[in-house]
């Protein structure tokens, strides 16, 4: 009887030991990621805010809609370089690892990573590439400074989330933000604009 109740106390301390690990570096992840997401904010209003003023770009030469079309396009080929850089990552990891031969499948955890960095890449180039050809669409000559800074801003994010992703998992919030914020704020202005030209 007494053992009963003993293995039954110690089994519920054990448990409860168990959910608080568990919830302990949930809590720790989350408030680092917290952290991440205000650095981010932070940094990109700096950002902008000192491209702006020390970094004058001249546009005022993209008088019609199709010179500020073919000027984003243009730039957004250095936004995607950040594909092809990624696809590197993979290729570097197979081409050195027993991962070169994906069909054996032993050795495919090798390669989760770079793969991870590489399908997030696509997926941000491609939310950011349809924004910021959207939003070249509102924006006059004098106010299409705003996509070069956009695109450097895209690839430094790209950089941060591959290096902080390589060096630790809860380090990539800060580059994902860095790179997803100014898309996210660019969609809400872009839908702003597409419902309100075509309501009124």
Request: aromatic share 12%.
């Amino acid at each position: 009887m007494w053992n009963e109740r003993s293995v039954a106390h110690t089994s519920c301390i054990i448990m409860s030991d168990k959910k608080k690990s568990i919830k302990k570096p949930f809590e720790e992840n989350k408030s680092l990621a917290k952290k991440q997401i205000v650095a981010t904010i932070v940094f990109n209003v700096l950002f902008f805010t000192l491209g702006k003023s020390l970094v004058p770009i001249d546009t005022s030469q993209l008088t019609t809609p199709t010179d500020r079309l073919i000027y984003t396009i243009r730039w957004l080929f250095l936004s995607s370089l950040t594909i092809m850089f990624a696809m590197f990552g993979v290729l570097r990891v197979r081409g050195n690892t027993d991962a070169i031969d994906p069909l054996n499948g032993s050795a495919e955890n090798l390669v989760e990573l770079p793969n991870r960095i590489l399908r997030n890449t696509i997926e941000q180039f491609l939310l950011h590439a349809s924004a910021v050809l959207t939003f070249s669409t509102f924006l006059d000559e004098s106010n299409m400074n705003n996509i070069p800074l956009m695109v450097v801003l895209f690839i430094l994010g790209r950089l941060f989330y591959a290096v902080g992703y390589s060096s630790a998992p809860m380090h990539r919030p800060f580059g994902f933000h860095v790179t997803f914020g100014p898309t996210f704020v660019t969609y809400i202005r872009c839908t702003y604009n597409v419902v309100s030209t075509l309501i009124f």
